[in-house]
């Protein structure tokens, strides 16, 4: 009973929570960088296939790597926030969760970030978290395929992202802070321009 009030409410609120993208595009994101030794292999690779992606960025990685995320922007892509220490919403305090989101304040300042897409770490909310985003003008973004780069084998993770599995709108999760990623993400690339799968960013 809980899943279904809460399925209801979300579609209530869905003009704020993004759980499929629009159009017929498939849509690369990242989450839990910036990384030193992954993000730049990365960013090559989509600027090599001349795709644009969303980084879901942690605070506390955007204060040690400015320079990354400086590049992440200039090169044309979206930077949405994950949190400031990936602690997931349902281990926050109404007061914590107010602090967690000043962060960003800060951070949108310092580095031009005009957007507020956010992505739950996790992808836990709370009735609290998710009505407090939503009136502070937040989008908050989910994905429809997790790639599962974090678990999986590299063989195993191109299969799940293969072009057969992908549909209109789909919102595919990967991490830049994995090895894994950095090195097949030309592989899955590829395979998207060689079906003529178009590639964009939120």
Known sequence: MKTVIKNIIYFIFSWGLIRKGKGD?????FDDGPSPENTSKILTTLKDNGVKATFFMVGQEMEKYPDIVTTVLSEGHSIGY???SHKSLKKMNF???REDLAHYKHLSRQFGVNNRLYRPPYGELTFMS???LLLNGWKIVMWSLDSRDSFDSSEQVVYTVRPANIVPGEILLFHDDYDLTAEIMKDVLSAYEQNKLKVRQL
Do not use: I, P
């Not at 595009?25 to 994101?29: G, K, Q």
């Open 25 to 29: 595009f498939a849509y690369v994101t």
């Open 130 to 132: 998710f009505f407090w």
């Open 82 to 84: 994950h949190s400031y």
């Open 95 to 97: 007061r914590e969760l």
